[in-house]
């Protein structure tokens, strides 16, 4: 049985992303609240499914797991790997696990459906996982075990752009 176990992210990046007919003054009025709350504002300048950060981190995430069905390597060399060469809390797997695969398959089916060219054999090594019941930390069991207790989980070190409070309820 898996202790309660909470896990709040902040991150300070915020992306604003208006439409064709949005007045720049509201972006900038937005942009400089952000800033005064202690933000970092970001304006998407044009529509982008995904924003900025999330249609970056979508490809990174696509491309680990490309990796992964070719038997590139495995889950515990990519997450080491972005560790050290980005210097980043967690790796792209632990995340994944974290936010759950059947999460990342439903957002991943939505940017395969709205753009051309996008793979599917990431989507299929994840619907691979989901079906022997490799949901990530809420199952226990992703791209690695998670043990009964919290302690087992994945930490977040602490970051200047990443604010976290972990507890165990």
Same mark, same amino acid.
């Given at each position: 049985m898996c202790e309660p176990y909470l896990l709040i992210l902040v991150f300070l +990046? $915020? !992306?604003?992303?208006? /439409? !064709? !007919?949005?007045?720049? @003054?509201? $972006?900038t009025l937005l942009s400089d609240r952000c800033t005064e709350l202690g933000? @970092?504002?970001? %304006?998407?300048?044009? #529509?982008?499914?995904?924003?900025?950060? =999330? #249609? $970056?981190? +979508? +490809?990174?995430? #696509? !491309?680990t797991l490309q990796v992964l069905s070719e038997g590139v390597c495995g889950p515990?060399? $990519?997450d080491a790997i972005f560790k050290d060469v980005l210097r980043t809390p967690m790796g792209p797997c632990e995340q994944m696990d974290v936010v759950g695969l059947d999460v990342v398959l439903d957002i991943e089916k939505h940017y395969a459906e709205s753009r051309t060219g996008i793979p599917s054999e990431p989507r299929e090594y994840l619907m691979k996982?989901? #079906? =022997?019941? %490799?949901?990530?930390?809420? @199952? /226990?069991r992703g791209f690695y075990d998670y043990k009964a207790t919290s302690e087992q989980l994945p930490r977040i070190r602490q970051s200047p752009s990443l604010k976290t409070v972990s507890r165990a309820s």
């Open positions: +990046a $915020i !992306e604003i992303m208006g /439409h !064709e !007919e949005t007045d720049l @003054s509201l $972006i933000f @970092s504002p970001f %304006h998407v300048q044009k #529509r982008s499914i995904g924003y900025i950060y =999330n #249609r $970056i981190w +979508a +490809a990174i995430k #696509r !491309e515990q060399d $990519i996982m989901i #079906r =022997n019941g %490799h949901l990530g930390v809420k @199952s /226990h």
